[in-house]
């Protein structure tokens, strides 16, 4: 499975007819003139300068070779590489990407009521964002009504708080559902948030095939590694492949699943480990649309991906290069796809939030500089860039407008985006990727001899694995082996800096209750509650539930009201915790 680089001279990569590397005896003799150049040169120069440290590795502890050539590779172009929007993807999965039109800046963006959520949604849209991604908050991640005692404290402080269909229209009111493409990062109960968003376009009479976006509904990385759950795995699952088989028909343009890395990433784990649970997750989607019995090619170019892009430069390049890759191959070889839209991974990136840090938050516009430029080179198809104080609180609007002018710079003004996968047979690049490749596949057979990923998270596999890997990286960050400019290095006597912050005002729970109490009070409680019961019978039953909740949408039930049903059928999960 593991593909390599393919040869270059100094005017660029050149193949013989068949694509195939120089002949043997010129490979030979490209190894024998390195391992001279390792006892001679480098010898020599090591002797006087010493190298800087005993090791060099990437962010994810991989090891770094010094150099890399043509005879470091063995594999044939066309098959490891191929052309732009062409099997295997490895270059990018449409064949003119930036040329034809730019990457997605899809901010997130959401904080204390719909009305103010609306105003940043409409802000962003005026300073050039080409699409909307929003944020929850808390009690609304965990399917909790903002007047539930849980929610006390947390209602708006994390993103913004959606309890019915009504906020939903204050949070959507003048913007075009038809035009503008959205995002909404929120996993158990997405089934609920999706059919709130389906409900509004019903209501505004706009068809449900004009209507595009991404729901993240990932339970798998919530018990891999976020928590936000609501029922257990396999009820889980089962809610995803009712929205994946509803949307199919019903809401084309939608992508009911974006696989997300980054959380994953996020809770430590390394990039290689990103890359496997990631698919790995999206091999466990793909296997239960099949076993309902959806056609693969039906419902798998729906299937979108969401990547972390963390510090190492090129080992994230190269991670969006090896998912590309090694994503068609196993939904080509695995279930039989042949439209190879169903091979195509699609991914939206976010910038690492782990990697932002309090001491100088300042340096940060530097780290998301060069974390956004990795996804770019890397072929992302959408893309968020962090806010400096985002460590600190939700990010002021002066802060987000950075983040977004820190793309647009990028587009206009680097020269990035006139053509594609420009770093495509640099013999660095094409080793890494093949590395990526190989231990990200490695950990998919792993999983594969469990049976497969549910069965994985139910042993709490990733769980430790990715425990592990954050604690072994935060030993290197405590003994100096790893350096955070700013943290472990660099320090200057003021650690912080005085910068404004964006502080959500305790009156937000009160004004979200004292709404929520009049809808509760104007709808039609009889309505309400047969509703409900529909739910719960689809739910009992094995029914699709996405058209009962849609109907309770438009009741006006809560989303605790219809989480709660499904909460009452399927049971709660606690965390294993197992390290």
């Not at 596949?441 to 994985?456: F, P, T």
């Not at 689809?538 to 049903?565: F, H, R, S, W």
Request: proline share 6%.
């Amino acid at each position: 499975p593991v593909s390599a680089a393919p040869p270059s001279s100094e005017a660029g990569p050149t193949y013989t007819a068949d694509g195939d590397h120089p002949g043997g005896g010129e490979l030979a003799a490209i190894r024998a003139a390195k391992e001279a150049w390792s006892k001679g040169p480098v010898a020599k120069s090591q002797a006087k300068i010493p190298p800087r440290k005993g090791r060099f590795t990437t962010w994810s502890d991989l090891d770094v070779p010094d150099v890399l050539t043509p005879a470091d590779s063995h594999a044939k172009y066309m098959e490891s590489l191929g052309l732009p929007g062409e099997y295997p993807f490895t270059r990018g999965v449409q064949p003119t990407m930036y040329r034809s039109r730019l990457w997605t800046m899809r901010m997130f963006a959401g904080f204390g009521t719909p009305e103010q959520t609306n105003e940043r949604f409409k802000y962003l849209l005026s300073q050039g964002q080409t699409g909307l991604s929003t944020a929850f908050d808390f009690p609304t991640l965990m399917g909790y009504d903002s007047d539930s005692p849980r929610s006390l404290g947390e209602v708006g402080m994390c993103g913004v708080a959606v309890d019915t269909l009504r906020d939903m229209e204050v949070l959507f009111d003048g913007i075009p559902l038809d035009k503008v493409t959205t995002s909404m990062t929120i996993n158990g109960p997405a089934i609920v948030l999706l059919a709130f968003y389906i409900a509004l376009a019903d209501v505004r009479g706009i068809p449900r095939d004009k209507i595009g976006g991404t729901v993240q509904n990932d339970c798998l990385k919530e018990f891999i590694a976020q928590h936000a759950w609501l029922v257990p795995p396999r009820p889980a699952m089962r809610i995803v492949t009712d929205m994946i088989e509803f949307c199919t028909t019903e809401v084309p343009k939608w992508n009911t699943v974006s696989i997300s890395g980054y959380h994953i990433r996020e809770a430590g784990a390394t990039a290689a480990q990103e890359l496997a649970f990631t698919l790995a997750d999206g091999l466990g989607y793909v296997q239960w649309g099949v076993e309902r019995g959806l056609d693969v090619d039906a419902f798998a170019p729906r299937l979108s991906f969401f990547l972390d892009v963390h510090n190492d430069f090129f080992e994230e390049i190269a991670k969006f290069r090896a998912a590309r890759r090694l994503w068609a191959k196993l939904v080509k070889t695995r279930f039989g796809a042949k439209n190879p839209e169903s091979m195509k991974l699609r991914t939206h990136a976010q910038t690492a939030g782990v990697s932002l840090t309090a001491q100088q938050p300042y340096n940060n516009v530097v780290r998301v500089a060069l974390q956004a430029m990795a996804a770019v080179l890397g072929g992302t198809q959408s893309l968020h860039t962090n806010s400096l104080d985002e460590t600190y609180a939700l990010p002021t609007e002066d802060s987000v407008t950075i983040a977004l002018r820190t793309q647009q710079i990028i587009a206009e003004e680097t020269g990035v985006a006139n053509t594609v996968d420009p770093l495509a047979g640099s013999y660095f690049v094409e080793w890494m990727t093949d590395k990526m490749e190989a231990e990200a596949l490695e950990i998919i057979e792993r999983i594969d001899s469990m049976g497969g990923i549910v069965e994985a998270v139910e042993k709490g596999y990733p769980q430790r694995e990715i425990a592990a890997s954050a604690y072994r990286f935060q030993r290197q960050l405590e003994a100096g082996e790893r350096v955070m400019v700013g943290v472990n290095a660099y320090e200057s006597e003021s650690n912080t800096s005085n910068i404004p912050l964006l502080r959500i005002d305790d009156e937000v729970q009160k004004t979200q209750v004292a709404n929520l109490k009049k809808v509760k009070e104007s709808r039609d409680a009889a309505r309400v509650a047969s509703c409900l019961e529909a739910v719960r019978i689809a739910a009992a039953e094995g029914t699709n539930l996405m058209p009962p909740i849609i109907e309770a949408a438009k009741a006006y039930c809560t989303q605790q009201e219809i989480c709660d049903v499904l909460r009452g059928v399927f049971g709660t999960y606690t965390d294993p915790a197992e390290f």
